[in-house]
T-cell receptor, first 114, second 111 residues
Framework: EAQVTQNPRYLITVTGKKLTVTCSQN?????MSWYRQDPGLGLRQIYY???????DKGDVPEGYKVSRKEKRNFPLILESPSPNQTSLYFC?????????????FGSGTRLTVV | TQLLEQSPQFLSIQEGENLTVYCNSS?????LQWYRQEPGEGPVLLVT?????EVKKLKRLTFQFGDARKDSSLHITAAQTGDTGLYLC???????????FGTGTRLKVLA
């Protein structure tokens, strides 16, 4: 089944403890992206990648890192999480970009930083 | 700022009723996508509209792209409780690679 898999689904962590949210897609998509979704603010892009080893900042990149060493994986790294990073996170992929093809989204990771 | 404004913001209707959701912008879009998001899940792509004036049907859902490609609508006929969710339009204004999401319409269909 074509899908984007994120792990974990739920995570509660403490301020400052480094964490990684994994994302993997099995559709050979070139374009991958991370979003966070907050009430009243909608979906905001954190980082995106147009292909292996090509990443760029989205609208809200502060406090996050990403890497794209393989086509299928696009992990999101929070080096020192803070409470304002409590949010619902989505990984998404697209064949060559969402502009014409739209996205396939993962099921989400609900992160709570205390 | 390029925006996709959706209306209404919230909608609560009885099963069997019809409804229309709107997505408007002052910018021209080369294409627009519509997604539905259920609580706690990721958005799911429903359709892409590309040509001005285009109409696409997906069972009881009818999507239309405005002639000037600045707006779109989603009409649901005989709504069912399974249609409950957040509906999002999205796209990149022509000449840009900035993909933006609409403000969303939260639909609740009551049995």
């Amino acid at each position: 089944e074509a899908q984007v898999t994120q792990n974990p689904r739920y995570l509660i962590t403490v301020t400052g403890k480094k964490l990684t949210v994994t994302c993997s897609q099995n559709m050979n998509h070139e374009y991958m992206s991370w979003y966070r979704q907050d009430p009243g603010l909608g979906l905001r892009q954190i980082y995106y990648s147009m292909n292996v080893e090509v990443t760029d900042k989205g609208d809200v990149p502060e406090g996050y890192k990403v890497s794209r060493k393989e086509k299928r994986n696009f992990p999101l790294i929070l080096e020192s999480p803070s409470p304002n990073q409590t949010s619902l996170y989505f990984c998404a992929s697209s064949l060559r970009g969402p502009y014409n093809y739209g996205y396939t989204f993962g099921s989400g990771t609900r992160l709570t930083v205390v | 700022t390029q925006l996709l404004e959706q209306s209404p913001q919230f909608l609560s209707i009885q099963e069997g009723e019809n409804l229309t959701v709107y997505c408007n912008s002052s910018s021209v879009f080369s294409s627009l996508q519509w997604y539905r998001q259920e609580p706690g899940e990721g958005p799911v792509l429903l359709v892409t509209v590309v040509t001005g004036g285009e109409v696409k049907k997906l069972k009881r859902l009818t999507f239309q792209f405005g002639d000037a490609r600045k707006d779109s609508s989603l009409h649901i006929t005989a709504a069912q409780t399974g249609d409950t969710g957040l509906y999002l339009c999205a796209g990149a204004p022509s000449g840009t690679y900035k993909y933006i999401f609409g403000t969303g319409t939260r639909l609740k269909v009551l049995a």
